[in-house]
């Protein structure tokens, strides 16, 4: 091997030793999560669990100036482009009410429900050319497969309107891509349809993701979707030499070097040309069901479950980069626990955030009755005595945070 080479070979391998050590954080995120939410420290809790390696490979064709619409699945994908940190992630999680904290929205918004500004807070443009993007996250499913078409449309617009040419700071020629995510289920749904039929018809940079877990909740696909396969019915939209339509492609959801070429490929051609691409990413798992709200193994059977194990995309990235000579067990290994120490630490701090303003407002409380009560109860009660002796009920309330 020449020196050239070699050196190529160190940064291939570096990257997917990095890409690797996103996958375990990612899924320590969601595992530790879910603990928060069971424990009672936050109120509920869905999470990307399962689909780490596809959104790995996705964020690595996502530049600057394009735009993700996506769901509550894509925690992996906003933690590969720079949109979210883990420590932002728990602190959505905690429905912290500090901007700075949850900056997608201040607590207010369901967790993995992510948002970047278009604008600064004197309602001027940002540049949006320079950044990477998402369109906040909708409770609907399905409800971000039309604003979808729109970003997509816009980078059309862009491209062929003249006297929008000058406006750089939103468009470089209409050569933004809109990343969007659905779940399998949600593809049954009339936003999916419209939106398809739209972006063939129209012929404009969407490039849909869907990530096939076989079940919407506890519904499985074959009493959700026609045929048992989204790609398998949208055959008669894909594209021809002479007529409109979609690019499709087919990948596993665990297969690492698959989804990185066909991603490429994919999204390389929609931002040249705006031919709309479709990825049905099949053979994804969900390891811990569908939100805290539910326990799978109600629903799933031992063989799906036995399946899932198998085929966890961070254990086949795992075998991947072992067969392929890339790392070895010890250095695999090391990751793992790092991952695990790095995102405990995250979430201690999302937490001591979320917590130590509540605690400082629950040192006043005692003082606050006190001076309630004075006001209600004029008189010679113990008003003299401190505060903090007077109420020991109230305390010992202050006393628990
Ligand atoms: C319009 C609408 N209907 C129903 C729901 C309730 N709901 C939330 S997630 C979900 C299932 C989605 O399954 P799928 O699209 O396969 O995504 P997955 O969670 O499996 O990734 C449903 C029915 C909702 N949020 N919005
Ligand atoms: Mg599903």
């Known amino acids: 091997m020449n020196k050239e080479s070699q050196l190529s070979f160190e940064q291939f391998r570096k990257e997917v030793l990095n890409d690797y050590r996103l996958a375990c954080e990612s899924r320590e995120v969601s595992l530790l ?46 933690f590969a482009s720079g949109i979210a940190d883990m420590e932002q992630f728990f602190s959505q999680l905690y429905a912290d009410p500090d901007i700075e904290n949850d900056p997608f929205s201040a607590g207010r918004q369901m967790n993995s429900h992510f948002a970047t500004p278009n604008i600064d807070e004197d309602g001027n443009w940002l540049p949006l050319t320079a950044m990477k993007n998402t369109a906040t996250d909708m409770a609907p499913t399905a409800a971000q497969m039309p604003r979808a078409l729109g970003l997509a449309y816009a980078s059309k617009l862009f491209r062929e309107v003249e006297d929008l040419k000058g406006l750089t700071h939103l468009s470089q020629n209409g050569n933004e891509v809109c990343f969007a995510t659905i779940g399998d289920a949600s593809t049954s749904e009339g936003h999916f349809w419209e939106t398809i039929n739209a972006a063939g018809v129209l012929q404009v940079p969407l490039a849909v993701f869907v990530w096939d877990d076989g079940y919407g909740i506890s519904v499985p696909r074959k009493h959700q979707t026609t045929k048992g396969s989204i790609s398998t019915v949208l ?24 989804m990185c070429e066909a991603f490429e490929e994919g999204i390389r051609k929609a ?29 799933k059977s031992k063989e799906r479950l036995a399946w899932e194990k198998d085929f966890d995309c961070n254990l086949k990235f795992r075998q991947w980069l072992i067969s392929n000579a890339l790392a070895d067990e010890a250095i695999l290994h090391e990751i793992e626990l790092t991952a695990k120490a790095v995102v405990l630490e995250a979430k201690k701090r999302a937490w001591d955030k979320y917590i130590t303003p509540i605690k400082g407002q629950c040192r ?30 109230v305390n010992r309330f202050a006393a628990m945070y």
């Open 33 to 78: 999560a879910r603990k928060e939410v069971l424990t009672g420290k936050a109120k509920f809790g869905i999470f990307g669990d399962g689909k780490e390696v596809a959104q790995i490979a996705m964020a690595k064709y996502f530049n600057p100036g394009d735009f993700r619409s996506g769901y509550y699945r894509d925690q992996t994908f906003a």
């Open 235 to 258: 055959e008669g939209f894909r594209k021809s030499e002479d007529s409109n339509g979609w690019d499709i492609y087919n990948v596993k959801g665990w297969d690492y070097a698959g």
């Open 364 to 393: 006043k409380l005692p003082d606050c009755y006190r001076r309630l009560l004075k006001r209600v109860m004029p008189g010679p009660i113990l008003w003299h005595v401190p505060a903090r002796n007077w109420w020991p009920t």
């Open 271 to 299: 931002r040249e040309t705006h031919v709309p691409v479709l990825f049905h990413v099949e053979e994804i798992t969900q390891p811990q069901g569908h939100s805290t709200s539910g326990s799978h193994e109600r629903y």
